[in-house]
């Protein structure tokens, strides 16, 4: 019997456990779909997108994220992903992973380059300029962000 109520006590916590880093995971994901939300709202307005440009411009834009998105997680995976000696210190190859990095850093670029021609496609040269800008400064809005995010705590 004490066996049984300690196997449903583990139980119960195992599960409250589990459905917290759920709240936690959703509320992650719904900042994130917030954030996406804003950017988009931020980058439309600074460019002056009409609707059928808007209708052109994000899928385009959306797709680049992802897969600069795919690039990212594998720069990082490296350090993730590390193993570790006796003492608990990462054993890490440096030569290779920053090989790795520069060679991730320069697909970036090179998606970075077809993008551009992409986006010529279906923007103006004044747009264009107007996306990069919106990208700088969004980029630096974030950052204002977080350093006050980091001041308040």
């Not at 997680?73 to 570790?84: D, L, V």
């Amino acid at each position: 019997m004490k066996q049984y109520s300690l196997l449903l006590l583990f139980s119960i916590l195992t599960v409250g456990v589990l459905a917290q880093d759920q709240k936690k995971e959703d509320a992650r994901k719904q900042r994130w779909e917030e954030m996406k939300a804003k950017r988009a709202a931020y980058y439309t307005d600074k460019m002056d997108l009409t609707a059928k440009e808007a209708e052109l411009f994000w899928p385009i834009y959306n797709e680049l994220q992802d897969k600069k998105g795919k690039l990212h997680r594998q720069m990082s995976a490296p350090f993730r992903k590390t193993k570790k000696d006796n003492q608990g210190n990462r054993i890490i190859d440096y030569a290779k992973i920053c090989d790795n990095m520069m060679s991730l850093r320069v697909q970036e670029a090179n998606l970075d380059k077809s993008y551009h021609e992409k986006f010529k496609k279906v923007l103006s040269p004044e747009k264009l300029f107007k996306y990069y800008e919106a990208e700088r400064e969004w980029a630096g809005k974030l950052l204002k962000d977080i350093e006050k995010r980091g001041m308040s705590r």
